[in-house]
């Protein structure tokens, strides 16, 4: 495997299910990121981890939970979602997260419906 | 306001034709960088080409090239040569030196990028 994957690439879920979006780099990098991407809209960055740790919450619902066990997985899990959580969500990864040149490669995304 | 402005929701261009996809930023960090991503519809972004603020020449990858006008605040992507694999959501990026919340990437809206046989 290589760069950025996740799984699943689809989700359907019902508003009181319980999910858990995975993401894994196989890039060397430290620094990892959740993104919402709904239509016609900017992406949106929900978390950050640095080297494991959280460095951004970006007014996120708890709904949504991240967790980063390693430098390399990163997840979301997901309980009590609305219907306008309805989304692709984008993991991504860089070398670090304190600024500079790094680009960001990104994760083919997960489709999530709530209904 | 916004800090990435992309005009352009769509563009249309003839296959071996030249496009250019407009983007202009708004910081007052003398420090960044900015980035161009391609988003087709598989829905995976694919990073394409950097420019830093203190870069002195325009950034060129390949088919890509990056027309970078500091004083105008803006950021254009060239693509030379379109083919029909061009066609997708094209998303301008920029990200500040400064630590924290500043060192995150902002996006503008897209453009997409239709190309035509």
């Known amino acids: 495997e290589t760069g950025v994957t996740q799984t699943p690439r689809h989700l359907v879920m019902g508003m009181t299910n319980k999910k858990s979006l995975k993401c894994e780099q196989h890039l060397g990098h430290n620094a990892m990121y959740w993104y919402k991407q709904s239509a016609k809209k900017p992406l949106e960055l929900m978390f950050v981890y640095n080297f494991k740790e959280q460095t951004e919450n970006n007014s996120v619902p708890s709904r949504f939970s991240p967790e980063c066990p390693n430098s390399s997985h990163l997840f979301l899990h997901l309980h009590t979602l609305q219907p306008e959580d309805s989304a692709l969500y984008l993991c991504?990864?860089?070398?670090?997260?304190?600024?500079?040149?790094?680009?960001?490669?990104f994760g083919p995304g997960t489709r999530l419906t709530v209904t | 306001a916004q800090k990435i402005t992309q005009t352009q929701p769509g563009m249309f261009v003839q296959e071996k034709e030249a496009v250019t996809l407009d983007c202009t930023y708004d910081t007052s960090d003398p420090s960044y960088g900015l980035f161009w991503y391609k988003q087709p519809s598989s829905g995976e972004m694919i990073f394409l080409i950097y420019q830093g603020s203190y870069d002195q020449q325009n950034a060129t990858e390949g088919r890509y090239s990056l027309n970078f006008q500091k004083a105008r605040k803006s950021a254009n992507l060239v693509i030379s040569a379109s083919q029909l694999g061009d066609s997708a959501m094209y998303f301008c990026?920029?990200?500040?030196?400064?630590?924290?919340?500043?060192?995150?990437?902002?996006f503008g809206k897209g453009t997409k990028l239709s190309v035509k046989p």
């Open positions: 991504a990864s860089s070398q670090d997260g304190t600024g500079g040149g790094y680009e960001q490669y």
């Open positions: 990026a920029m990200r500040e030196a400064g630590g924290g919340s500043q060192g995150n990437l902002i």
